[in-house]
């Protein structure tokens, strides 16, 4: 896999965190509102949406904002661009 792929495959997988929380947000919500820390938080909704320590990451940094019904659109337009640049599609 090449640099481009890689970085595509992580921009990817980031985004895909994000609409899941997005699609989950109450969920999310009381996961990061019953954590002790920011370190359980992220594991939490690591475990919560099936995501590595990098989309929950993103997710604990997503700013309530981003949480409208048109950021949720182009951040899923965004994903889906991507994965047709992929060799696989996903």
């Not at 969920?27 to 509102?33: I, K, L, T």
């Not at 920011?38 to 949480?67: H, K, M, P, T, Y």
């Not at 991507?82 to 696989?88: E, G, H």
């Amino acid at each position: 896999m090449g640099g481009d792929e890689r970085e595509t495959r992580q921009e990817l997988m980031i985004l895909d965190a994000l609409v899941q929380a997005m699609d989950r947000r109450d969920e999310v919500f009381q996961m990061v509102e019953d954590s002790e820390d920011r370190d359980e938080a992220i594991r939490r909704v690591g475990q919560l949406l099936g995501v590595g320590e990098l989309g929950s990451r993103a997710v604990l940094d997503l700013q309530a904002r981003r949480f409208t019904r048109e950021q949720r659109q182009a951040i899923a337009s965004r994903a889906e661009e991507l994965k047709s640049k992929l060799p696989d599609g996903r």
